[in-house]
């Protein structure tokens, strides 16, 4: 593998720390709604619309994210006029879309859709990814206690005024863009752990939901650049990197909850809890 230059260094990592810290702070809120699986199920309905961009010769995220909001749509509409739930009709989709991207993504292609390659990434993408990941932070945050409400109960969000399907379709689409500005620092195949990893691990270090919707964000940020400058040095990609690093962090927290928590047994004072 050739010796990045700075410029492309630059660029991934500004793509890695914004796409990171939003995609750790609405994983925060994925977590909590026991959707982890959604993220990861999301990443793999990407593939035909790169697939179509590779074939046809536009920006591939342009295609994802076509795909990506089209299936938001249809999952939330579905959603809306049966019984089943989100991971149930977002699991067929996924399925049927990784169907098709595999037939027909170009086999030369295939795995840099898979796994992503922050080598190709451009100024482009960083103005792209930069506003985008800035604006996915604001909405989020905008309707953060009103899906925390209908986290809690469906019914007593309804009476307070909270339009809940209107809502749940406002977070489908956040995701399916942080998914789409994701896929090209670490792939369709890993990007749902970018969403979902930086969750878990700031759920074991966290009090409240404040504090954890930030916490997540930053370990998201921590993971994408530390995964990346340590792509930089060993000459490997990045997305497993970054999710290694993730991973890792989780893991500590992990450790350091139950450590503190066994103190907090002998001391008598019982184990603590986490809000959410």
């Known amino acids: 593998m050739t010796r990045k230059l700075p410029s492309t260094i630059l660029f991934s990592l500004a793509v890695g720390a914004f796409a990171g810290s939003a995609a750790g702070?609405?994983?925060?809120?994925?977590?909590?709604r026991h959707m982890a699986l959604v993220g990861d199920a999301m990443s793999h309905v990407a593939l035909p619309g790169l697939a179509l961009g590779?074939?046809?010769?536009?920006?591939?995220?342009?295609?994802?994210?076509?795909?990506?909001?089209?299936?938001?749509?249809?999952?939330w509409q579905i959603q809306r006029s049966t019984t089943l739930s989100i991971e149930a009709i977002i699991g067929v989709l996924f399925v049927l879309a990784l169907a098709i991207g595999i037939l027909i993504t170009p086999q030369v292609d295939l795995l840099e859709a898979l796994f992503g390659d922050i080598s190709k990434l451009t100024l482009i993408d960083v103005i792209v990814t930069v506003p985008t990941s800035v604006l996915v932070i604001i909405v989020t945050r905008a309707i953060h206690d009103k899906l925390a409400l209908s986290v809690i109960s469906?019914?007593?969000?309804?009476?307070?005024?909270?339009?809940?399907?209107?809502?749940?379709?406002?977070?489908?689409?956040?995701?399916?863009?942080?998914?789409?500005?994701?896929?090209k620092e670490v792939g369709t195949l890993l990007?749902?752990?970018?969403?979902?990893?930086?969750?878990?691990?700031?759920?074991?270090?966290?009090t409240t939901m404040r504090t954890y919707s930030l916490t997540s964000s930053l370990i998201g940020l921590l993971s994408a650049t530390s995964g990346i400058m340590l792509s930089s040095y060993v000459n490997v990609p990045a997305g497993p990197l970054v999710v290694i690093v993730g991973a890792t962090i989780f893991?500590?927290?992990?450790?350091?909850?139950?450590?503190?928590?066994?103190?907090?047994?002998?001391?008598?004072?019982?184990?603590?809890?986490?809000?959410?």
């Open 251 to 276: 893991a500590l927290g992990l450790f350091f909850r139950s450590a503190s928590r066994s103190e907090r047994i002998k001391s008598g004072q019982g184990p603590a809890t986490t809000s959410s």
């Open 154 to 183: 469906k019914e007593l969000a309804v009476s307070n005024g909270v339009r809940v399907e209107r809502i749940n379709l406002i977070y489908l689409l956040l995701v399916a863009t942080i998914v789409a500005i994701g896929i």
């Open 54 to 75: 590779i074939l046809f010769g536009f920006n591939p995220f342009i295609g994802a994210f076509t795909f990506l909001a089209v299936t938001a749509i249809i999952t």
């Open 25 to 32: 702070y609405l994983g925060s809120i994925m977590v909590s």
């Open 191 to 206: 990007v749902g752990a970018v969403v979902i990893v930086p969750a878990a691990a700031a759920r074991n270090v966290s």
